[in-house]
C-alpha cells in the first residue's frame, strides 16, 4: 500500500508515474494529428484526466516523509 512505502520505493513509483504523465501527453498530441484520424475531443478529454491524476499522486509521493 502507499502508506507502507519506503523512501526510495515512493521516489521511484513518483518517477514511473511522472514518465507517465510525460509520455501520455505526447501520445494525446500526436495521436490526434496522425494522418487519417479526426480530430477526437474524447481522447483529449480522457487522456488529460489521465495525466492530472497520475501527476498528482506522484506530487503527492514526492512530498511524502520530508
Given at each position: ?8 520505493q515512493r ?42 491524476f497520475a ?12
Amino acid at each position: 500500500m502507499w502508506y507502507n512505502m519506503n523512501k526510495r520505493q515512493r521516489e521511484n513509483t513518483s518517477k514511473l508515474l511522472y514518465d507517465i504523465v510525460r509520455y501520455s501527453i505526447a501520445g494525446i498530441i500526436f495521436i490526434n494529428f496522425a494522418p487519417g484520424k479526426g480530430f477526437s475531443w474524447i481522447s483529449i478529454i480522457a487522456g488529460g484526466i489521465i495525466v492530472i491524476f497520475a501527476y498528482l499522486i506522484a506530487f503527492w509521493l514526492d512530498g511524502k516523509g520530508e
